[in-house]
Nanobody
Framework: QVQLVESGGGLVQPGGSLRLSCTAS????????ITWYRQAPGKQRELVAA???????KYADSVKGRFAISRDNAKKMVYLQMYSLKPEDTAVYYC??????WGQGTQVTVSS
């Protein structure tokens, strides 16, 4: 059984920063397959950040240069560091593994 738990969301002012964490447990071969998604009200869920098979990272165009995905293999944790947050970043952020398992999500609200 695989379980993903997100944390670190909250209310932040525009221009602020947050770091989200995704803690994985269970039978996981590699946390490199964990990906961050988000879903804003009334919108489809979209990919935000992921690790690539080549050992690099990829980001949605809307967050490039502002968000960074990283991992701690020993702790089975994946992070999403978010800088220069904008109101349009407001969404529920989810981590996903292999397109199969989802966490419960963590709410990020960017508002003054």
């Amino acid at each position: 059984q695989v379980q993903l738990v997100e944390s670190g969301g909250g209310l932040v002012q525009p221009g602020g920063s947050l770091r989200l964490s995704c803690t994985a447990s269970g039978s996981i071969f590699s946390i490199n397959t964990i990906t961050w998604y988000r879903q804003a009200p009334g919108k489809q869920r979209e990919l935000v950040a992921a690790f690539t098979s080549g050992g690099s990272t990829k980001y949605a165009d809307s967050v490039k240069g502002r968000f960074a995905i990283s991992r701690d293999n020993a702790k089975k944790m994946v992070y999403l560091q978010m800088y220069s947050l904008k109101p349009e970043d407001t969404a529920v952020y989810y981590c996903n593994i292999l397109g199969l398992y989802w966490g419960q999500g963590t709410q990020v609200t960017v508002s003054s």
